[in-house]
């Protein structure tokens, strides 16, 4: 079964701050990796995806994300925050061998302090 | 396209009647979730279907909760009675479900808010 986990469950910054949020997944074969947003109010929107090639991968609004395989690991980064990048961000995972099931982590709601 | 469709977008409804969420998937998807989410569960996946199949029910809270696919592009979610304990956004999403190296990336509609009072 696939799994994901999502360490930080709330980070506050201040504008121009760096962001790390860690995620982590469980599954022993090939994945597809997600990076979802949710603004308040709002439906999950994709930020970015990893399906193969390039473990860095550059997202919307200046973010991307790592995928380490070895680490089982596909953090998001940003270098530099902005305050309506407040909102909770969701990793998900799907397996090749689960179909087309996604699963998403608990997600880490980030406040961008002005 | 115009997106995953949801309806209604607010439901308020006293505890023990039906409630009906109804899903119109993305031209073309063939997998559909619906997940719940609440402040203090999170995102939760309730169900998920593939080609009109249920594939997926263990999230399904209990009996009172019910999802079908009648067509490969409408999808309704069940409730009844409905509890007070139920209130949350529920979400329904697709997926053009290539699957293995394919393009899995589900795609969201804007939620149903559902009080149950």
């Known amino acids: 079964a696939q799994s994901v986990s999502q360490h930080n469950h709330h980070v506050i910054l201040s504008e121009a701050a760096s962001l790390e949020l860690g995620c982590n997944y469980s599954?022993?074969?090939?994945?597809?990796l997600f990076w979802y947003v949710q603004y308040p109010g709002q439906h999950l929107q994709l930020l970015l995806k990893?399906?193969?090639?390039?473990?860095l991968v550059k997202g919307i609004k200046g973010f991307e994300a790592e995928f380490i395989k070895s680490k089982f690991s596909f953090n998001l980064r940003k270098p530099s925050v902005q305050w309506s990048d407040t909102a909770e961000y969701f990793c998900?995972?799907?397996?090749?061998?689960?179909?087309?099931?996604?699963?998403f982590g608990g997600g880490t709601r980030l406040m961008v302090k002005p | 396209d115009a997106g995953v469709i949801q309806s209604p977008r607010h439901e308020v409804t006293e505890m023990g009647q039906e409630v009906t969420l109804r899903c119109k998937l993305i031209?073309?998807?063939?997998?559909l979730f619906w997940y719940r989410q609440t402040m203090m569960r999170g995102l939760e996946l309730l169900i998920y279907?593939?080609?009109?199949?249920?594939?997926?029910d263990s999230g399904m809270p209990e009996d009172r909760f019910s999802a079908k696919m009648p067509n490969a592009s409408f999808s309704t979610l069940k409730i009844q009675p409905s509890e007070p304990r139920d209130s949350a956004v529920y979400f329904c999403?697709?997926?053009?479900?290539?699957?293995?190296?394919?393009?899995?990336?589900?795609?969201f509609g804007q939620g149903t808010r559902l009080t149950v009072v």
């Open positions: 999403a697709s997926s053009p479900g290539q699957g293995r190296g394919g393009n899995t990336e589900a795609f």
């Open positions: 599954y022993g074969g090939t994945v597809n």
């Open positions: 990893y399906f193969s090639g390039d473990p």
């Open positions: 998900a995972v799907n397996g090749d061998n689960a179909g087309n099931m996604l699963t």
């Open positions: 031209s073309g998807h063939n997998s």
């Open positions: 279907f593939n080609n009109n199949v249920p594939i997926d």
